[in-house]
């Protein structure tokens, strides 16, 4: 199990750009694949990007296609997920999680240890 630390939320207007960072904490993201979901006060957990080992295909919730960007730095053992073009309803903790399975990151399986998100807020 990989553990994970996000960091790069804050408040900011929308338009505006963010971006957060995944850190793994432990050991590598060598052979894992790294995913970010949110979840808003009174909302369930929604998937929003994932990225795959070794190749780096991505994939995107439909409500940030356009707008989010997921890469990876294998050598800091970092994802990064760039947002521009903010809106209000991005506003949400975000969090990050790694895992042997890329679909398991897309559907939220409950086996997926999320870390501790860091909030992102979008004023308008």
């Known amino acids: 199990q990989v553990h994970v630390v996000e960091s790069g939320g804050g408040l900011v207007q929308a338009g505006s750009s963010l971006r957060l960072s995944c850190a793994a904490s432990?050991?590598?993201?060598?052979?894992?694949?790294v995913g970010w979901s949110r979840q808003a006060p009174g909302k369930e957990r929604e998937f929003v990007a994932a990225?795959?080992?070794?190749?780096?295909?991505?994939d995107y919730a439909d409500s940030v296609k356009g707008r989010f960007t997921l890469s990876r730095d294998n050598a800091k053992n970092t994802v990064y997920l760039q947002m521009n073009s903010l809106k209000p309803e991005d506003t949400a903790i975000y969090y990050c999680?790694?895992?042997?399975?890329?679909?398991?990151?897309?559907?939220?399986?409950?086996?997926?240890?999320w870390g501790q998100g860091t909030q992102v807020t979008v004023s308008s």
């Open positions: 990225i795959s080992w070794p190749f780096g295909n991505t």
């Open positions: 432990g050991r590598t993201f060598s052979g894992y694949h």
């Open positions: 999680a790694a895992s042997g399975l890329f679909e398991n990151l897309i559907k939220l399986d409950p086996t997926i240890h």
